[in-house]
């Protein structure tokens, strides 16, 4: 029986609709790197001035016969769709010295794509995602591998006080008037409103990027709904509600157009996956510019954790022009991608055993769990968060648990608030 979908909302784009944007930056690193004599007009590499770690990925695609043909025929596969006036990364070698490039650098804010602002490398990257090539390549476990230690050696600058050249009050800085102006309009709130910060100090009193990145709501902008009501479970995350599904399956095929979910996939197979057989799926997707905490939906106790690695890069391949596929894929990524696991039973009998899932994507694959076995954990709680990006997350449920999905902001683009009410739980209470 398949299952079925019971609401479908807006996919949201991690990239700008204006393909003009991103081959700007791609531009703009090339032509930086040609100013400092990494690069040539002509794609030649100096491979001498690049960092260990990029040696290593160069390494490990040059003595892999799969994957030296999968980076090079992606190049001949991505679309020939571009400004001639603009430089082009052409081969392997200059794509990695782009990364390279990337990875000395904190998120600049840019009013035109704030969309990308929060996922540079996937601005690069995102061409060769859709190219048969490119999926081989980064669903391939070894380049997985290597982004992973790409993104230790990006987190090392970005947890540390020089990563703060991006939180200023200039042209590109994340506390500049346009970017202060767009997330108060997302809010309805001043930024010093909104937010946990010191506004008389410099950067506003935040230590790092990763530190503005996981900054915190203040006290009562985003109050728990209904705190002691077990018959309502409140929004783990600030998201954009994108599907709720039920009677999904054990197995199944994720990867075809509908992207339903295949929970053995998502769980990994842990043996708890055969509970929430036939159940319930709700997914929504966090933007880059917003709240990145999850919190807890119920109330309950923590059964167990887990962090599953995974892909950063790898969508569902399709027809479509528009180079943002992965935001295409947010479905399909639940069952390939990097993500945290955390099982919850709650104290309402007619909820039971849940499960939050927190999707890893791109360069946004760290997963922080904040919670550990037996913990007791009150609605509204800590419970972990995203660092560096957007990603998106699940709560599933077992299918004796009957749900009702609650009405959200009349404007599709806007997200949930976290601690709002999301599902009103429709079994008759247990006494």
């Not at 540390?160 to 590109?172: D, F, I, K």
């Not at 069952?335 to 927190?358: H, K, Q, W």
Request: proline fraction near 7%.
């Amino acid at each position: 029986m398949p299952s079925t979908t019971d609401f479908s909302g807006t996919i949201a784009r991690w990239l700008p609709g204006d393909p003009g944007i991103f081959l700007e930056l791609r531009h703009s690193h090339l032509d930086q790197l040609i100013r400092r004599g990494i690069c040539t007009a002509q794609g030649d590499v100096d491979e001498k001035q690049l960092s260990p770690v990029i040696l290593e990925f160069k390494e490990l695609i040059e003595e892999n016969a799969e994957i030296f043909k999968d980076f090079h025929e992606m190049f001949q596969q991505v679309s020939p769709d571009r400004n001639p006036d603009q430089k082009w990364i052409t081969n392997y070698l200059q794509l990695l010295a782009v990364l390279d490039r990337i990875i000395t650098l904190g998120p600049t804010y840019s009013y035109t794509s704030p969309v990308v602002s929060g996922v540079p490398m996937y601005g690069v990257l995102a061409p060769f995602c859709n190219t048969e090539a490119g999926y081989r390549a980064f669903t391939n476990p070894k380049v997985n591998a290597m982004f992973h230690k790409i993104f230790d050696e990006w987190t090392k600058f970005l947890v540390s006080p020089a990563s703060r050249n991006v939180l200023v009050t200039t042209e590109g800085g994340w506390l500049s008037p346009d970017a202060l102006r767009v997330q108060g309009e997302r809010l309805g709130l001043p930024f010093a409103e909104a937010w946990v910060c010191r506004p008389d100090q410099p950067h506003m009193g935040f230590t790092s990027w990763d530190d503005f990145f996981v900054r915190r709501f203040r006290e009562k902008v985003r109050p728990t709904i209904e705190p002691d009501n077990p018959e309502f479970i409140n929004a783990a995350c600030e998201a954009i509600t994108y599907r709720v599904a039920s009677d999904v399956q054990a197995t199944d095929q994720f990867w075809l157009k509908e992207m339903p979910y295949s929970l053995g996939h998502i769980f990994d197979f842990d043996p708890r996956a055969s509970q929430f057989v036939g159940g319930t799926v709700f997914q929504g997707i966090l933007s880059s510019l917003d709240y990145h905490r999850w919190h807890s939906p119920v109330d309950g106790r923590v059964i167990a954790t887990r962090v599953i690695p995974g892909t950063y890069y790898a969508a569902r391949l399709d027809d479509n022009p528009d180079p943002d596929v992965v935001s295409r894929s947010q479905a399909f990524v639940t069952a390939i991608s990097t993500r945290a696991l955390i099982f919850i039973e709650s104290d309402n009998p007619n909820i039971g055993l849940m499960c939050f899932v927190g999707v890893g994507l791109g360069e946004i694959s760290t997963t922080k769990v904040e919670v550990k076995q037996g913990d007791v954990i009150k609605k509204g709680d800590d419970i972990g968060s995203f660092h560096f990006g957007g990603s998106t997350h699940l709560l599933i449920f077992r299918p004796e648990t009957k749900l009702t999905l609650l009405p959200g902001p009349t404007d599709p683009n806007k997200a949930r608030r976290v601690g709002s009410l999301l599902f009103h739980v429709d079994n008759p209470p247990v006494n």
